[in-house]
């Protein structure tokens, strides 16, 4: 099964061509440049320098969020017109979850990937590998970072990744001292993206174009201040 995966939702946006688990090909950048202006011609790098076309493409896997929603509704409508044109199944995996598959390698750890969500507050979670499949211990969710700090277990080692990190090291190191690990992993998370999606493509529960919607742990500030009594 050939895959592209798309992730959009961070600045460390990505894509990358797998076959099966294994990558064909990744490109990631970070760059102030919008996704709008990067996503497609990254997608064309890609799929010219393996000599395919996009019908050669079985299917699709997308990180729908949490992250930027600018970011997020590019990377989406992107991969939906695909999927729309192609007839063929998406796979959603959260952006989240595919940071913390980079850390299932190292054994059976509890991996707290977090994003800066801006506003002060951050999207995490904590999972914990067992035997190589991650189980949710604290749920996905826009986090305040003493909100969030104060669910993790004080005497077990936890890994942390991700942007979100920064925001909370000087709160993670009070609480977990050396029990505390960063990881300096790369952010660009296409690959895990798209190892995820296979299986959840093989599984059948793919979806198809019109089923393809965001993952938000918020509103955006502007539908906050279209809301019914706000101030325009």
């Known amino acids: 099964m050939r895959i592209l995966a798309v992730d959009t939702t961070t600045p460390s946006g990505s894509v990358a061509v797998l076959e099966d688990k294994q990558v064909l090909a990744e490109v990631g950048i970070e760059s102030p440049a919008t996704h709008s202006v990067r996503l497609l011609s990254s997608i064309d790098v890609l799929l010219e320098g393996l000599g395919i ?45 595919a940071l913390a598959w980079k850390l299932g390698d190292s054994g059976d750890v509890l991996a707290a990937p977090m994003l800066d969500a801006r506003r002060g507050e951050i999207y995490a979670a904590l999972f914990e590998f067992r035997r190589g499949k991650p189980v949710s211990v604290i749920r996905q969710g826009a986090y305040l970072p003493e909100d969030f700090l104060a669910l993790l277990p004080a005497r077990r080692v936890v890994h942390f990744i991700g942007s979100g990190t920064g925001l909370c090291r000087s709160g993670i190191e009070s609480l977990l001292g050396n029990r505390a690990r960063f990881s300096t992993r790369s952010p660009f998370i296409a690959a895990e993206v798209g190892r995820l999606g296979v299986d959840i493509l093989k599984a059948g529960r793919g979806v198809f174009s019109e089923a393809i919607e965001p993952l938000y742990f918020r509103k955006s500030q502007a539908e906050e201040k279209h809301q019914p009594g706000r101030a325009r």
């Open 53 to 97: 076309g996009i019908r050669e493409i079985d299917g699709f896997a997308l990180a729908p969020g949490p992250g930027s929603f600018t970011g997020i509704r590019i990377g989406l409508s992107t991969v939906k017109s695909f999927a729309f044109a192609s007839g063929k199944p998406t796979a959603l995996v959260s952006s989240l979850l």
